[in-house]
């Protein structure tokens, strides 16, 4: 069993930045494949990024490429999105998620993570 707890979201202005942080608890941490995903207010939710158990490997939505980074401190049990050149279309409730089958590989498929967080607010606004 993991919980996830996410953290540093917040109001910024068009092209500024933010670092989400993911707190997991448990001795597992490092065995699952991390993921980012947010939802905005009418829209369904979709993949951001994802990382390895060891952050050898990285996988990003078309939409965020070249602006988030996604990354992890094992010995921290924490995952962290640093998001730069934010735009409006950015705003939405942000989610960390554990996905326990790190022999499959990354996903951008939500059905394929076992664990959720309850979200963080970031919202882009002049």
């Known amino acids: 069993q993991v919980q996830l707890v996410e953290s540093g979201g917040g109001l910024v202005q068009p092209g500024g930045s933010l670092r989400l942080s993911c707190a997991a608890s448990?001795?597992?941490?490092?065995?699952?494949?991390m993921g980012w995903f947010r939802q905005a207010p009418g829209k369904d939710r979709e993949f951001v990024a994802a990382?390895?158990?060891?952050?050898?490997?990285?996988l990003y939505a078309d939409s965020v490429k070249g602006r988030f980074t996604i990354s992890r401190d094992n010995a921290k049990n924490t995952v962290y999105l640093q998001m730069n050149s934010l735009k409006p279309e950015d705003t939405a409730v942000y989610y960390c998620?554990?996905?326990?089958?790190?022999?499959?590989?990354?996903?951008?498929?939500?059905?394929?993570?076992?664990?959720w967080g309850q979200g963080t607010q970031v919202t882009v606004s002049s």
């Open positions: 990382i390895s158990t060891r952050g050898y490997t990285t």
């Open positions: 448990g001795r597992t941490f490092s065995m699952h494949l």
């Open positions: 998620a554990a996905d326990r089958d790190y022999a499959k590989g990354l996903t951008t498929q939500s059905v394929a993570y076992d664990y």
